[in-house]
């Protein structure tokens, strides 16, 4: 049934060519952004454009049929190095829920015009008006 479900959002989701839209494969983040302008590297400067605020970023996702997927980070928290890390995945309805570690996080998602759009919420941010709760919208293309 779940598959089922999959298989509509896709075909939904995107007018064309369904094969290089769907949410199996590999996937680069080419955005991320925030509803509160944030200030993450301590740099006095505020953006709601967060790939301002990270050196050496980049993220991409494998999702997998099995229920797994792959993500790989390189940030300046790990010297820019490439980090990957394996954890299981399951779409339900308009929402992917990941269990990292034991813990779950789910996360609403989209596929529009052949992007990935996945919304989460950060629980907390350093804004201009202090510590807030921060929604995060992070946009990815297919790879």
């Known amino acids: ?10 075909l939904t ?4 060519t ?11 983040a080419i955005a991320f952004y925030a509803d509160k302008a944030v200030d993450v590297n301590n740099d006095g400067v505020f953006n709601k454009t967060l790939l301002k605020e ?3 970023t980049a993220v991409t996702f494998h999702f997998m049929s099995n229920g797994k997927v792959e993500q790989a980070n390189k940030s300046k928290r790990s010297n820019c190095d490439l980090v990957k890390t394996t954890f299981d995945y399951l779409v339900d ?3 992917i829920l990941f269990t990292v570690n034991g813990m779950k996080q789910r996360q609403s998602f989209d596929i529009t015009d052949c992007k990935l ?5 950060k629980d907390r941010g350093i804004t201009e ?3 807030q709760q921060i929604l995060i919208h992070s946009v990815f293309k297919k790879k």
């Open 93 to 95: 309805g308009d929402d």
């Open 129 to 131: 008006n202090g510590q």
């Open 13 to 16: 989701s995107c007018s064309g």
């Open 117 to 121: 759009n996945v919304y989460g919420i």
């Open 18 to 28: 369904p094969k290089n839209c769907e949410l199996i494969g590999k996937w680069e």
């Open 54 to 56: 990270y050196e050496c």
């Open 1 to 10: 049934m779940r598959l089922l479900i999959l298989s509509v959002l896709i």
